[in-house]
């Protein structure tokens, strides 16, 4: 049964930044597609990034393009997000997701989810 686990969420100032880990066990690391979705207070989970086995594709929302990077370690069954210039509305809980398929910005296309992660941008 294959599980994911996040970690790395926090309190951070407007402008700071934080890396979000998630890793996965139960199995191998052999998901095709994995990625990133956040659900602020009040609003439906959205799409962050996502990442395919061998990093060679990327897929980023607008809204975070050129401040977080999606990124994958096989070898300890590792994803990661480092996140930059932080901004308030990038308050959310921040879910690992896994998907057997390509890239994808559909939260329905995607089969495994861990718990979540909160992410708290203020000052």
């Known amino acids: 049964q294959v599980q994911l686990v996040e970690s790395g969420g926090g309190l951070v100032q407007p402008g700071g930044s934080l890396r979000l880990s998630c890793v996965v066990s139960g199995g191998t690391f052999s998901i095709p597609t994995m990625g990133w979705f956040r659900q602020g207070p009040g609003k439906e989970r959205e799409f962050v990034a996502d990442?395919?086995?061998?990093?060679?594709?990327?897929n980023y929302a607008d809204s975070v393009k050129g401040r977080f990077t999606i990124s994958r370690e096989n070898a300890r069954n590792t994803l990661y997000l480092q996140m930059n210039s932080l901004k308030p509305e990038d308050t959310a809980v921040y879910y690992c997701?896994?998907?057997?398929?390509?890239?994808?910005?559909?939260?329905?296309?995607?089969?495994?989810w861990g718990q979540g992660t909160v992410v708290t941008v203020s000052s």
């Open positions: 990442i395919v086995r061998e990093g060679s594709m990327t």
């Open positions: 997701a896994g998907r057997m398929g390509l890239l994808s910005i559909a939260r329905t296309d995607f089969n495994y």
